[in-house]
């Protein structure tokens, strides 16, 4: 139960440091009239955040059973 706790809370703290980063890019990246991003990089964007999110779960996972088996 856990583990599965740590995976959790590491998905939300993935996807709120994927929401961060996501408007800290796009805000400069908007075009000179605020209505358009490239369509690249709102693809990536738009990968950012889910991507984010399954690497903070699979993280808090690692590192909680690191830290399990060294102590």
């Known amino acids: 139960m856990r583990t599965l706790g ?3 809370l590491g998905l939300f703290l993935g996807l709120v440091a994927g929401a ?11 075009d000179g009239d605020g ?3 490239p369509v690249g990089v709102a693809i990536v ?9 399954i690497a903070g779960a699979v993280i808090a996972v690692l590192v909680d059973r690191k830290s399990r088996s060294g102590s």
């Open 35 to 37: 209505a358009h991003i």
């Open 45 to 53: 964007l738009g990968m950012l955040m889910p991507a984010l999110g």
């Open 6 to 8: 740590m995976a959790v």
């Open 20 to 30: 961060l980063l996501t408007s800290a890019i796009a805000r400069p990246m908007v």
